[in-house]
């Protein structure tokens, strides 16, 4: 048996308090096997000056986006998805997934990601890149209606649950796939009537954006008669297991039924943010029920993959739309990143337990700024970010070791990206506000 011993460090327990303790890692089952004090080990990390805690869960991204970074900037979402970004995403080819997914999943084991959920296309490079990568991955290719007629629009929704068949497990388990309607807003009724169903039948969950802007919650009021949720719930689509991404403009009744019907909706802050979609209601969310786990998005619409930062802007955010400086505290924050992402995924990761995935990484806090360290905890949210993580370990494998990714060549990963977005762009027809950086 091959085990990993992760010493000198403080290690986060589950009720938030921190335990200078060693961790011991089984590599062949990728578990933890003990926590306290150890000797041993065939490989040592150390962890010294460092929190060690479980790695972080990215519950909603587009990561081959990376491509796209800093292309669609300051637009409204219908004009930054209609004009802007589906126009070059129409001329995607396989290439430019895999190298958009390398570079993305680069920078999450970076900033201390060890688990993300992903909706995109050419899912099978995506799926490659995990399994070289050594991360987790739930995964699916994202089925939309808009632009295609009934056949193509039938074939697209096929092809996403052909994808949830075919890579459900792979990666040695690492992966799990979800059947991926883009949103209620931009599927054909009969589209989902027809092929959800089946998803059902075969035991996929759901994973779609919903109520994400003021202008989808109107259009689909106007076009059904329901707002997004319960038109949602009238199609099968609210099931233990989905995922429902941003819920940002959400009524009570629809936070009800996400309740009763145990959907956990994924908060992405940044990017609500940014494309000036609003503020998700997370505290009440949260109040009523409602499991709810925190995501990127994609990197053209964030820029960034960090949910350290992620997690402070979702604790500052909350505090601003209710005008309680305690409506979203940084436990809470921690576990939207951690435990709750996990249970998103339905992955045994989020605790540092016996039995639990070797899922972890440590948080290096000899910089000034975590001085004098009142709160460990809270620094954790609201002043580390991700270029303080010194290690990330998934699966009880080493993915990075003081700063040095070992699973993935980060320059090669760089110049590929580089030369594939010029690519893509070039295919497109589309200006590239970087070609003359190159």
Not at 48 to 76: C, K, Q, S, W, Y
Not at 92 to 114: C, H, N
Not at 339 to 362: C, K, T, W, Y
Request: hydrophobic content about 40%.
């Amino acid at each position: 048996m091959s085990t990993l011993r992760v010493t000198n460090g403080r290690v986060l327990r589950p009720d938030h308090t921190l335990a200078s303790a060693d961790v011991l890692v089984d590599q062949e089952t990728g578990t933890i096997r003990e926590v306290g004090d150890i000797s041993g080990g065939d490989t040592v990390v150390d962890a010294a000056d460092g929190i060690v805690m479980p790695g972080l869960v990215n519950a909603h991204t587009h990561v081959a986006m990376t491509l796209m970074r800093g292309f669609a900037e300051d637009e409204p979402l219908e004009q930054w998805l209609n004009e802007t970004v589906w126009p070059v995403e129409a001329a995607l080819e396989p290439a430019d997934v895999r190298a958009g997914a390398r570079l993305g999943v680069a920078e999450m084991i970076r900033s201390g990601i060890t688990a993300f959920s992903d909706m995109y296309f050419e899912v099978p490079e995506i799926a490659a890149v995990v399994e070289r990568a050594g991360v987790r991955a739930t995964l699916g290719h994202t089925a939309i209606s808009v632009g295609k007629d009934s056949a193509a629009a039938h074939a697209d929704m096929k092809h996403s649950l052909e994808t949830a068949r075919e890579l459900d497990g792979a990666a040695n388990g690492r992966v799990r796939t979800t059947v991926q309607p883009h949103n209620p807003a931009t599927v054909d009724r009969d589209v989902l009537e027809t092929h959800v169903p089946t998803a059902r039948e075969e035991g996929f969950p759901l994973h779609y954006h919903t109520n994400e802007t003021e202008d989808e919650v109107a259009r689909v009021l106007e076009e059904t008669g329901r707002r997004p949720i319960v038109y949602a719930d009238e199609l099968g689509m609210l099931e233990p297991g989905d995922t429902l991404a941003h819920c940002v403009h959400v009524n009570d009744n629809e936070i009800d039924l996400l309740a009763e019907r145990g959907v956990t909706a994924i908060h992405n802050p940044a990017a609500n943010m940014k494309i000036a979609s609003g503020i998700a209601p997370v505290a009440r969310l949260r109040e009523a029920g409602v499991p709810v786990a925190l995501g990127t998005d994609g990197p053209a619409s964030n820029n960034d993959l960090d949910l350290f930062d992620e997690m402070c802007d979702a604790a500052m955010v909350a505090k601003i739309a209710t005008r309680d400086a305690a409506a979203l505290p940084a436990e809470a924050v921690l576990e939207m990143a951690t435990v709750e992402g996990a249970r998103a995924l339905d992955i045994d990761s989020g605790r540092i337990e016996p039995g639990n995935n070797a899922d972890l990484i440590v948080v290096d806090t000899s910089e000034p700024k975590f001085d004098p360290g009142h709160n460990p905890v809270t620094s954790l949210v609201y002043t580390a970010n991700g270029a303080d993580v010194r290690h990330t370990i998934c699966d009880g494998q080493l993915l990075m070791h003081d700063r040095t990714l070992l699973t993935i060549d980060l320059e090669r990963a760089q110049a590929d990206a580089a030369r594939q977005a010029r690519r893509l762009f070039e295919r497109a027809g589309v200006e590239d506000p970087g070609a003359e950086l190159a």
